[in-house]
Nanobody, 114 residues
Framework: VQLVESGGGLVQPGGSLRLSCAAS????????MGWYRQAPGKERELVAR????????LYADSVKGRFTISRDNAANTVYLQMNSLKPEDTAVYFC????????WGQGTQVTVSS
């Protein structure tokens, strides 16, 4: 199983970023996917989750209305569109495949600062 996140960077408050996670090594279309984040000194937390066919999503209260998770099963990729970014969104963002065993990618850094 391999998960490769990309799309992070430095953005000003109020800006937008789109994260991507390319997955391989398992049947992508059969499993739910999620995005987590971990800020310095804090535990990793679930940001958003999407079921295997993309019909059901779940969001942390802190990002509802600002972030959108989506997936392209043909491309084995899950996305996180992040709008109206705030400094408190600064973290390393990881994607996760909800398999019987936990797999993580290397993460992508998102920094929201003026």
């Amino acid at each position: 199983v391999q998960l490769v996140e990309s799309g992070g960077g430095l953005v000003q408050p109020g800006g937008s970023l789109r994260l991507s996670c390319a997955a391989s090594g398992f049947t992508f279309s059969s499993y739910a996917m999620g995005w987590y984040r971990q800020a310095p000194g804090k535990e990793r937390e679930l940001v958003a989750r999407i079921n295997n066919i993309g019909g059901t999503t779940l969001y942390a209260d802190s990002v509802k209305g600002r972030f959108t998770i989506s997936r392209d099963n043909a491309a084995n990729t899950v996305y996180l569109q992040m709008n109206s970014l705030k400094p408190e969104d600064t973290a390393v963002y990881f994607c996760r495949a909800f398999l019987s065993r936990v797999y993580w990618g290397q993460g992508t850094q998102v920094t929201v600062s003026s």
